[in-house]
Structures are given as C-alpha cells and as structure tokens.
C-alpha cells in the first residue's frame, strides 16, 4: 500500500499501518527500543507507536515507501 508502512506495535504485538506523510520523528532510546512519533497531543506531548523493528528497518521501510510512489523499485 502506498504511503503506508507496516509496523509492529511493541506492547500488543498487533501489525499497524503507518501513514508515512504523518511520521514526525524515528526516536531510538540506548537499548534499542524504537518509537515513531506521529505528532503531538493537546498537552504538547509526543503522540505515537512503539515499536518492534530496528531504526534501521524502520528507515528501510519509508525508504522502500518513498521509492515506490516514484516508480523506483530499486532501492540500493
């Protein structure tokens, strides 16, 4: 699905679809865990998803993203 990554959400283990345009920030904390803030709340904080993929997968993933929705399948 274009525009969308599909991530493992780190507490239910339930597969989530992301919408890339809405992704503000990969945080990724010393032991590893990954979060993917998707905004702010009305409080002023940070809204989003842990996660159970790597920072690096989670780059991957938006960048396999990006590459299809210009028709580039090659993405190395």
């Known amino acids: 699905m274009r525009g969308f990554i599909e991530v493992t959400?780190?507490?239910?283990?339930?597969?989530?679809?992301?919408?890339v345009s809405k992704i503000t920030a990969i945080v990724c904390?010393?032991?590893g865990?990954?979060?993917?803030?998707?905004?702010l709340n009305n409080k002023g904080d940070s809204s989003g998803l842990l996660v159970t993929e790597s920072y690096d997968e989670i780059k991957e993933k938006i960048k396999q993203t990006?590459?299809?929705?210009?028709?580039?399948f090659n993405t190395r």
Do not use: T
Not at 66 to 72: K, R
């Open 9 to 19: 959400d780190y507490d239910g283990g339930m597969k989530v679809l992301l919408p």
């Open 33 to 39: 865990s990954v979060f993917v803030e998707l905004g």
């Open 66 to 72: 990006e590459c299809s929705a210009n028709g580039n």
């Open 29 to 31: 904390d010393d032991d």
